[in-house]
Nanobody, 121 residues
């Protein structure tokens, strides 16, 4: 059973920072890529940032220069450092990963349960 667990959300004032973490656990063979998405009520889930096992990254235009995604392959963990937060960054943030189980050949997409980030004064 593969599981993704996020942590690190909370309430922050505009201009502040937060760091999210997401760890994949279970019978994992390979993970590639991992990503952060976010969603607000009534809107579609949007991609925030992705990172490959080799460290290549990609960001949504709305977070470039403010957010940094990083990865610890040994721990099956990714991070999202969010700086200069804005009220419009308020959302539930979800971790996603494309994973091949240790004893299998099929790749599937897995999601975490989400963590709330609220930017407000």
């Amino acid at each position: 059973q593969v599981q993704l667990v996020e942590s690190g959300g909370g309430l922050v004032q505009p201009g502040g920072s937060l760091r999210l973490s997401c760890t994949a656990s279970g019978s994992i063979g390979s993970i590639d890529p991992m990503a952060w998405y976010r969603q607000t009520p009534g809107k579609q889930r949007e991609l925030v940032a992705t990172i490959t096992s080799g460290g290549s990254t990609n960001y949504a235009d709305s977070v470039k220069g403010r957010f940094t995604i990083s990865r610890d392959n040994a721990k099956n963990t990714i991070y999202l450092q969010m700086n200069s937060l804005k009220p419009e960054d308020t959302a539930v943030y979800y971790c996603s990963a494309r994973i091949r189980p240790r004893y299998g050949s099929t790749w599937d997409i897995y999601w975490g349960q989400g963590t709330q980030v609220t930017c407000s004064s």
